[in-house]
């Protein structure tokens, strides 16, 4: 095996210093990283990258940290202590301006660890921060995570036809881009992972951004993305809802009705797709839970249900044991 060997997946054991640009700020000398790239990412044009990390929290047990600067993009992975084969990529969100590391990283893994699942974050670059073809870097990250997480399977303990993708707001437009773009060509193969299908057996989107031209998309995740000004056909072309066809894996969308940022057309419209085109999909819209709630919801409000709805969901296409 190439990319994963024991230096790149077991880095932690030798400390972060290893890996430039990982801030302690952010990680443990506990956790194991596994970067995405070999060398220097794809689209590198030499620009000044720092690592930045700004906790929205004032309580230091409960971090609430947002990550920028990613000049080398990684996988956190965390592992549960009683696995059971499926594994998750989790895609925080951020507008493609930030990464929620905590709220839709950390949090996330813990859950998922507790039924059993093993967890891959993804630290994915932001494509406003100096590389060449910004509308393909994220996707670029995701392609090569799925395929890295494939090829080391074995290593990790999971089975390569049960791993899923996790994403939140801008991080679901991410996952559900990877759900129906997996085959695109959007970087150049560098080694034997590369052989590896990027495509997700089933995708969780969590009041996603879908459409990049619709009304309804989110204007700061489309621009950050995507530029200033650029052609409607572009748009169309990176909206998740375009992008349906046969070989979309199932798809599990959540949202809220009083959600102020990305309202819940996008999850409709994505919802439409699929039933159009055959595909196993499943729509939740809460009366209540606003935007970015993860699982920080009090039971009292309604779409703090939603993991437990993922996990069935997850049964029932055969990602996670019943």
């Known amino acids: 095996m190439t990319m994963i060997d024991r230096r790149s997946a077991l880095i932690a054991a030798a400390g972060l210093a290893a890996l430039p640009g990982v801030s302690s700020a952010q990680t443990s000398a506990s956790d194991e990283i596994i970067q995405l790239w070999p060398g220097t990412p794809p689209g590198d044009t030499g620009a000044r990258i720092v690592r930045k990390i700004d906790d929205q929290s004032k309580d230091p047990t409960k971090p609430d940290r947002w990550v920028t600067g990613i000049a080398r993009p990684v996988l956190v992975v965390r592992r549960p202590a009683r696995p059971n084969g499926a594994a998750m990529l989790i895609v925080p969100g951020g507008g493609y301006g930030f990464l929620s590391y905590d709220n839709e990283g950390t949090s996330q893994a813990a859950w998922l660890n507790a039924r059993g699942i093993t967890a891959f974050i993804l630290l994915y670059r932001l494509p406003g921060e100096g590389w060449t073809r910004r509308e393909d870097v994220p996707l670029q990250d995701a392609q090569r995570a799925m395929r890295i997480i494939r090829a080391g399977a074995v290593q990790f303990g999971v089975d390569k036809s049960h791993i899923g993708v996790l994403g939140f707001s801008a991080g679901g437009h991410l996952a559900g881009s990877l759900a129906t773009r997996h085959g695109v060509t ?105 935007h970015g709630f993860g699982t920080r919801l009090p039971k009292a409000m309604q779409a703090s249900a939603w993991p437990e709805l993922f996990t069935t969901f997850g049964a029932r296409h055969g990602l996670i044991p019943a």
């Open 186 to 290: 959007v970087y150049t193969p560098i080694d034997a992972a590369d052989r590896e299908d990027a495509r997700p057996d089933i995708a969780g989107l969590i009041y996603p951004v879908v459409s990049l031209d619709a009304p309804f998309t989110h204007g700061g995740s489309r621009d950050n993305l995507l530029g200033e000004g650029v052609p409607t056909e572009m748009r169309r072309a990176r909206s998740v809802e375009m992008g349906v066809d046969a070989s979309t894996p199932p798809i599990f969308l959540v949202h809220a009705t009083d959600d102020g940022l990305v309202p819940p057309a996008n999850s409709i419209a994505l919802f439409q797709a699929m039933e159009a085109a055959k595909r196993p999909v499943a729509l939740h819209i809460f009366e209540d839970g606003g």
